[in-house]
């Protein structure tokens, strides 16, 4: 006795089976066109918002790095500096794990004088290669 397949098997069947065909084309892809880039961190800044829930208040100011290139970077070391009329008024930096390759990580700098739109800084200070 045989056992016929309805059209609802065969139909799971055929999407399965092309997820899977999907899948291992991407990875084939990827692996053949991957480039070994250098890393190429870009970094953005938030709006400062002010945090007058701890002792001295202080402003926190969000920073993400993006990672353009196709090599991952530790001890990202970023520096936030403000400005006013030209001059360094407060300098802080902050230390991110890890930032992959193509991808972005986030984190917080604090500053004790508010912030005006435009004068803030960011640089990305060093980083080292695993």
């Not at 880039?37 to 100011?61: C, K």
């Not at 969000?62 to 090599?71: A, E, I, K, L």
């Amino acid at each position: 006795m045989t056992i016929r397949k309805n059209w609802l098997e065969w139909t799971v069947f055929a999407v399965g089976l092309a997820l899977v065909l999907g899948i291992v084309g991407y990875l084939i892809v990827q692996a053949v066109r991957h480039e070994d880039r250098p890393a190429r961190l870009g970094i953005t800044i938030g709006d400062a918002s002010r945090s007058e829930d701890v002792e001295p208040p202080h402003f926190v100011v969000p920073v993400t790095v993006t990672n353009h290139g196709d090599r991952t970077v530790v001890d990202v070391h970023v520096e936030v500096t403000l400005v006013r009329d030209g001059a360094p008024v407060e300098r802080t930096e902050l230390t991110l794990p890890e930032v992959p390759r193509r991808s972005s990580r986030a984190g917080a700098s604090t500053l004790q004088t508010e912030p005006a739109r435009g004068q803030l800084r960011a640089r990305v200070l060093g980083y080292s290669e695993p």
